[in-house]
């Protein structure tokens, strides 16, 4: 019996220590790495990816106010709107790919379908007009809130990473499931600010 309730802690422990793909994507808004994520911290984590004042302003309020109370089932309203990231795949809203699973885990079947289904013009990325498409066919009958969330988090992400020619790449995209693009984009913003200085 013992060691069984022993295999039972290694492998909690061990699933800890590895977040899925889902907590590594809101990981980069957790500025001071305590698991928790505050709307200034959101704000923090779009101002780094270059977002203007009044985007990150709306994006912080919206996400936190949003997300706050799914990831902290059980517990009592906070007013500070507290988003825990262990938490985070209770807050997996629908209206979307299920391009994440309900752990929070990536499912490259669904990323493929994803592009099969709507990449007509170029096959490695998404046009404005597919992207509309995209959430229109995800769309779930009197799901207004799942297609809000959806909606905003596709059109920022279009807002932000699309190419000059107006695609979203696909290579872009699934960088968002890893939760490697955020960081990356800091680090683009940093070298540029970099650049800039010592030109000037």
């Known amino acids: 019996m013992a060691s069984s309730s022993n295999n039972i802690d290694e492998e909690e422990i061990e699933r800890k220590e590895e977040p899925t793909p889902l907590e590594k994507h809101v990981m980069f808004f957790d500025i001071n790495k305590d698991g ?6 959101t704000y923090k984590g779009f101002r780094k990816i270059g ?13 936190n106010v949003g997300l706050s109370g799914k990831t902290r089932p059980g517990k009592w309203p906070s007013p500070l709107f507290p988003i825990e990231v262990k938490n985070i795949k209770f807050a997996k809203h629908t209206s979307d790919s299920d391009i994440y699973d309900t752990e929070g885990r990536f499912v490259p ?3 493929e379908e994803l592009f099969n289904k709507h990449g007509r013009t170029n096959a490695n990325a998404l046009t404005g007009e597919e992207l509309d498409e995209l959430l229109k066919a995800n769309k779930q009958p009197k799901d207004f809130a799942g297609h809000i969330a959806a909606k905003s988090e596709w059109k920022i992400l279009y807002l932000l990473c699309k ?28 070298s540029k600010k970099h650049r800039g200085k010592s030109s000037s």
């Open 36 to 41: 928790v994520i505050y709307p200034w911290e």
């Open 51 to 63: 977002s203007g004042v009044l985007l990150s302003t709306v994006a912080s309020i919206f996400i």
């Open 109 to 111: 079947e669904k990323f």
């Open 163 to 190: 190419d000059e020619n107006g695609l979203l790449p696909k290579e872009t995209i699934r960088s968002v499931y890893d939760g490697s693009l955020f960081e990356q984009m800091a680090k683009e913003k940093q």
